[in-house]
């Protein structure tokens, strides 16, 4: 079921992206990909010495214009997260979590005559786990999607 929501969402962006070939006919006005790093860690008072667990986010984005100031982004990416921790001297404990994340922005760009073009995003973000592991276990079916 999970793999049939991702293969269908990935699916439906790119039916976008190829249908909105002529930029002129539609109201796609931007395309990009985006990278950058997670990094993940637990917080708490049950958290003992918490670790930092770095991981890899990337995906990409389409813009549609509504109007001048407002437009929709859809975006897809792949991010790792986890943590790691030391509830004490001789025990460790790694989750590594890997998700596709599927946010739908609503985007306000503020009016201004400069180069410069601020806006704001909102919106929700589904997001499905592709793989779980603790102390490199496979935990995966303990993991809700």
Not at 14 to 35: H, P, R, V, Y
Not at 75 to 94: A, N, V
């Amino acid at each position: 079921m999970k793999k049939l929501v991702v293969t269908v969402s990935v699916i439906m962006l790119l039916a976008i992206a190829c249908n909105a070939q002529d930029e002129t006919e539609s109201n796609l006005t931007g395309m990009g990909f985006k990278t950058g790093v997670n990094f993940g860690s637990f917080v708490g008072s049950d958290a003992g010495s918490p670790n930092t667990r770095v991981g890899f986010s990337g995906g990409g984005f389409l813009t549609y214009t509504v109007v001048k100031e407002f437009s929709i982004q859809p975006e897809l990416y792949f991010t790792m997260k986890g943590g790691k921790r030391f509830p004490s001297t001789i025990d460790r404990e790694t989750w590594d979590l890997n998700y596709l994340e599927i946010p739908l922005l609503l985007k306000f760009n503020f009016p201004t005559e400069t180069m410069v073009k601020p806006s704001i995003f909102a919106g929700p973000q589904l997001g499905f786990p592709l793989s779980a592991s603790y102390n490199d276990q496979d935990v995966m079916d303990y993991i809700k999607g």
